[in-house]
Each structure stands twice: as structure tokens, then as C-alpha cells.
């Protein structure tokens, strides 16, 4: 079984567009993550998300909308796809962020290309 | 606030000597410190991590750390390199308390060669 999944593994749009990424994590985790990691390979942290409530909510553009229908989901919709948006997106869990257990564990990666 | 340094873009090491993989890390605070490896394609996998207690961290395929609060270092080594190591490897660091998020550093790209 898989722990941490994403879908879809691959993303290619076009400008304008609005798409979503989903993440279910069935490890009974309580915390959540979206990062995105660019072409340089740079990992950086967009949100998190404990118990379907958003604690972390980096510099990111409005146009990123996390949603936590539960806490085993957490889906990343973004509007307005521009250029810069193109990346790996990663989610994450852990079991409670803040503790000693806090270790991550990340899906597969979504590689979204916006022509 | 927090941050981690990794000096070095890539590591090259010849199969079956020791590596090591440097990371410097800077908080407020006492810190969480993990090492993750990312293979091509795949996301990050943990390795080991720093809470507590004794400086030396074993972790996952023989890699360990080694915790350095003067010099604020938690290096990442292996006695015996493989060519299976090869692999992106990431420091990271977590103030302790509260909800705080994780600070990765820039990579470390580790080529083993045969």
C-alpha cells in the first residue's frame, strides 16, 4: 500500500488554466504539507495543514488554494496557472507536527509544466 | 528564524571509501534535525534524525550523523560508499515547540563512482 499518494503524477497545461492535486495519506498521520521544489531543486515549504487546520501558510500567491476535506486528504488547487507556477509538487505527512515523531514522509511528486 | 546550510552542490566519492556529506544548521533554539535522500523521480525519503541524547544518530542503509552543537554541524557519513547511494540528500532543521515548520537546505547531489 501505498503511504503518501498524489495524483495526478504528471500535470502539463496551458497558461490561464485552474487544475487541482490531490493527496491522500493513509499512514493515520494528523499533519499535512504541500511543498514545491524547483528546477534547481530547491524545496520549499507552501503549507501544512493539522487536523483539516491550516498552521503554516508560507509566501504564497492567493492563486493557491489548499483544501483538507479530512485529515487523510489534502488536495492543492491553483488558478491561473502562469509560467513560474511549472515545478514538483510534493505532499507530505507526519503524525503531529511540533514532536519528536515529527517525521516526514512524501508522495511521489507531481511534475506540473505550464506552456 | 532558522536556517541549514549545505556547502557543498555535489560529493564525489569513490565506491567502497567513506562519505560524508556536510550540513550546518542555525536556530533560536535547541533543534530537530533530519537528513532526508531523494532519488531521481521519487520524493523524499527519510534517513535519520537528531532529537535528544546521544550525539551519534544511526539511521537507514548504514548512514549515520553526527550531532555538533559547538560547531552547529549534523554531517551525514557512511563508512563504505555504494553505488546505490548516489542520490540528492537533504539536511533539514525544526525548532523545537509549537508548530514550526521545516527548513530544508539546498541539496547535496552524492555521485558514487564505480
Known amino acids: 500500500d501505498t503511504a503518501v499518494s498524489q495524483t495526478p503524477k504528471y500535470l502539463v497545461t496551458q497558461m490561464g488554466n485552474d487544475k487541482s492535486i490531490k493527496c491522500e495519506q493513509n499512514?493515520?498521520?494528523?499533519?499535512m504539507y504541500w511543498y514545491k521544489q524547483d528546477s534547481k531543486k530547491f524545496l520549499k515549504i507552501m503549507f501544512s495543514y493539522n487536523n483539516k487546520e491550516l498552521i503554516i501558510n508560507e509566501t504564497v500567491p492567493n492563486r493557491f488554494s489548499p483544501k483538507s476535506p479530512d485529515k487523510a486528504h489534502l488536495n492543492l488547487h491553483i488558478n491561473s496557472l502562469e509560467l513560474g507556477d511549472s515545478a514538483v509538487y510534493f505532499c507530505?505527512?507526519?503524525?503531529?507536527?511540533?514532536?519528536?515523531?515529527?517525521?516526514?514522509?512524501f508522495g511521489p511528486g507531481t511534475r506540473l509544466t505550464v506552456l | 528564524a532558522q536556517s541549514v546550510a549545505q556547502p557543498e552542490d555535489q560529493v564525489n566519492v569513490a565506491e567502497g571509501n567513506p562519505l560524508t556529506v556536510k550540513c550546518t544548521y542555525s536556530?533560536?533554539?535547541?533543534?530537530?534535525l533530519f537528513w532526508y535522500v531523494q532519488y531521481p523521480n521519487r520524493g523524499l525519503q527519510f534517513l535519520l534524525k537528531?532529537?535528544?541524547?546521544?550525539?551519534l544518530v544511526k539511521g537507514s542503509y548504514g548512514f549515520e550523523a553526527e550531532f555538533n552543537k559547538s560547531q552547529t554541524s549534523f554531517h551525514l557519513k557512511k563508512p563504505s560508499a555504494l553505488v546505490s547511494d548516489s542520490a540528492l540528500y537533504f539536511c533539514a532543521v525544526r525548532d523545537r515547540g509549537g508548530y514550526q515548520k521545516v527548513t530544508f537546505g539546498t541539496g547535496t547531489k552524492l555521485q558514487v563512482i564505480p
Open positions: 507530505a505527512s507526519s503524525q503531529e507536527i511540533g514532536q519528536a515523531t515529527d517525521t516526514q514522509y
Open positions: 537528531y532529537i535528544t541524547g546521544d550525539n
Open positions: 536556530v533560536s533554539g535547541n533543534p530537530y
Open positions: 499512514l493515520g498521520h494528523d499533519t
